[in-house]
């Protein structure tokens, strides 16, 4: 059956003759498609069958509400689904945050580098005033944050030698993502960026034509490019999040009951989602070093700090107050 389709199921008709109005009054399953990029067995998708399991689960929901969970991109990007969630082609997607900058500008205040000082840190903003300031300019845009989604922290990795200090990183040809703050970003640190795509990060690396990268231990180890880059270093540039995101208008379909059991059941989802992580990382860092990778803590975070302070100079100003509340959250 097709999307469009879809999302009309559960609709009742105008209700001109009496017949439809009628129809309207008995409970109506209304399925939800959910999309995410990546596929069954990756910590996100884990997550979100919890989600469907506990909507199904859930008798206020279970005959309102029936998940359809589309792994693997099969429904498009993150940028092509959040575009289908606010039109209506489909109910649900778990994208990352950096996209959904183009649809509420403050939410790319995640995106500048070194912003949180760790995981807790993170949560506690997520959790916290500014996670709810973020979640109503996401209503603004047609989106309803159900809950924040664990997506790592990205580290440089490259193939010529261990990055400890920040002068390590000079000179070094680092591939970075079709982003302005992530060029700026590695700039400032003094290495040089290099926009290339996800999947021609492999054989760059294999032919020298980059030095190295940055991800997540998980994306570095399922990708293999540790077989070309071995030494990872643990700067933890990025830390940015997913978020579990329903279009308004299914969301404001619901009674107020109904979406606070939504809510509820995308919250437990998360917290899952987060353990479920956790554990990924940690089977990435044994195979890894197993495989012969290195990995690195660096030994002056404060050095990284201050090398980026052009990159907030250049991009802070448009997130208003933002920056220094998430600093000031203890």
Known sequence: MALASWACIGDGGDGDD???SAATTAVATKRWVLSNVHTSGYPTPRGLVRFAERVEAEPLLSKRIDVDLQLGGVLGNEKETLEKLRFGALQAVCSSTAPLAEFAE???VLSLPYLFRDAEH???VLEGEVGRQLSADLMGAGFVALAWYDAGARSFYNRRRPVRRLEDLAGLKIRVQRSEIMHDTVAALGASPAALGFKQVYTSLHTGAI?????NLPSYRSERHFEAAPFY???RH????????VARKDWESLSSEEQEAVRRAGRESALEQR???EEYVEEAREMVLEAG???HEIEDPEAFRRAVRPVYEKHAERYGDLVERIRAVM
Do not use: C, K, Q, T
Not at 211 to 215: H, I, K, L, P, Q
Not at 238 to 245: A, E, K, N, R, Y
């Open 122 to 124: 993170m949560w506690a």
């Open 238 to 245: 990025s830390m940015i999040p997913d978020v579990l995101l």
């Open 293 to 295: 990778s290195e990995i």
């Open 275 to 277: 353990r479920f992580w």
């Open 18 to 20: 009496g017949v439809g």
């Open 211 to 215: 030095d190295g990268a940055e991800n």
């Open 233 to 235: 270093s643990l700067d």
């Open 106 to 108: 403050s939410i790319g």
